[in-house]
């Protein structure tokens, strides 16, 4: 398992009493890191869910609470103790909020959840649990990181001076990896594909399944068709001052419009314009 530059952060909230919330895009490697939180934790008192697991899912539907502690100690566990429980993929089920709130309040448990909706998670969990949760952004790899994945053994100064001479054998050993992650980005299942036309099709895959799966679940968008147009031409101009009038006119749909798609495609914060 190759190491997160994040990993060291979230090991230290093991100890600590707050409800931990990792989000980010998909496949950014957040049920690996919520895997390795669990393993990082000493005690055997610990669960893991998977809300796309419609049996983990259904334990928490419940509109007794307490009846969830009842399943989670018939299964050999406790809460005379600190409980440990992993969630995956929260946004599946609308309750979480209310459920993880009352079994924090009245129970001796530790959280850590995931999900891919970051939009769900900032508003959801902000009205429902200020004071007793943290957020983690997850992101595709930074750039350290995709050489590790890589299996190159190269630690970057934390600031470049692009004015003097950069070391030329660093330069030669590091170009071909940059020229790649500029490329084709740092999700890192993509960057452990080695095929370039396999990671083509799991980035279009990718692109398609954020715009099904979580841009139109949280907005009311009536043409896919438009929207692709607009997240196309929002990828070329990356970089660059954006003209919305300009962008209207190429697709054909009104500025307002044009504007709530922009604005609901950053809220999702997903990578989909490297995908493109």
Known sequence: MIHRIIWEQLKKEIDTDEIIVITGPRQVGKTTTLNWLLNEIVSKNKLYFDFQNISDREIFETKNFNTIVDEITSRGFTTNEKLYIAIDEIQLLDTTPGVVKY???HYNIKFFLTGSSSFYIKNRFTESMAGR???YEMFPLRFQEFIAFKGVTYNLPKSIDLSGDFNKNAFNLLAPFYREYIEYGGLPKIVLTNN???KKELLQEMFSSYITLD???MSDFQSSTELRKVIKLLATRIG???NVNEISKIVGISRPTVSSYIE??????SPLLVAV
């Open 215 to 217: 841009v139109q679940a």
């Open 133 to 135: 949760k943290l957020i």
């Open 264 to 269: 609901s495609i950053f809220r999702v914060h």
């Open 240 to 242: 660059s001052r954006l």
């Open 103 to 105: 079994l924090n309040d």
């Open 196 to 198: 370039i036309e396999r």
